[in-house]
T-cell receptor
């Protein structure tokens, strides 16, 4: 079992809906990440949080809104998404932003936009 | 310019045999990290092995070893004694610069035959 827990595992939503993806880790990690992965493609970084502050935003559209309420929790709020936003959304965490620390991923949320 | 190149879209290996998955990288940063991840069809990204640019020894983790040739900028993954459960997508990734940002290669699909 992964130590990074993502909920829900599957989500189907319309383009006008508002929903949130949740990610939780209890490894004491201080850096957390959101990635987007399209089918048969590698993951692409969306956001990086370090010590609960947004560190990197990879020019992600504003219809994706990240939130880090505490060091164990990372949310991704979704609003007015487009069909091309359908993908696997992966959350990851690491001890910090040091280059030598591996990122540990969750199982992902499979998102489908109708 | 592509930073991580995996030239093998798909590989087959017989159960119990060894297999090498290729990865080359491009960076001008003297300090970087190289990672291999396994992604089964379920979606989870599983961290396998890490090699730092200053590490003198090739990394090993159980049946996984990393053949690191710095001058050639290659970091090939060797899986010994393949098992059916090794069938998955394998990604090579590099981290450079600030923020622990991972850049992934296109991936190699490995199929283990019984």
């Amino acid at each position: 079992d992964t130590e990074v827990t993502q909920t829900p595992k599957h989500l189907v939503m319309g383009m006008t809906n508002k929903k949130s993806l949740k990610c939780e880790q209890h490894m004491g990690h201080r850096a957390m990440y959101w990635y987007k992965q399209k089918a048969k493609k590698p993951p692409e970084l969306m956001f990086v949080y370090s010590y609960e502050k947004l560190s990197i935003n990879e020019s992600v559209p504003s219809r994706f809104s990240p939130e880090c309420p505490n060091s164990s929790l990372l949310n991704l709020h979704l609003h007015a998404l487009q069909p091309e936003d359908s993908a696997l959304y992966l959350c990851a965490s690491s001890q910090g932003l040091d280059k030598n620390q591996p990122q540990h991923f969750g199982d992902g949320t499979r998102l489908s936009i109708l | 310019a592509q930073k991580i190149t995996q030239t093998q879209p798909g590989m087959f290996v017989q159960e119990k045999e060894a297999v090498t998955l290729d990865c080359t990288y491009d960076t001008s940063d003297p300090s970087y990290g190289l990672f291999w991840y396994k992604q089964p069809s379920s979606g989870e990204m599983i961290f396998l092995i890490y090699q730092g640019s200053y590490d003198q020894q090739n990394a090993t983790e159980g049946r996984y070893s990393l053949n690191f040739q710095k001058a050639r900028k290659s970091a090939n993954l060797v899986i010994s004694a393949s098992q059916l459960g090794d069938s998955a997508m394998y990604f090579c990734a590099m981290r450079e610069g600030y923020g622990n940002k991972l850049v992934f290669g296109a991936g190699t699909i490995l199929r283990v035959k019984s």
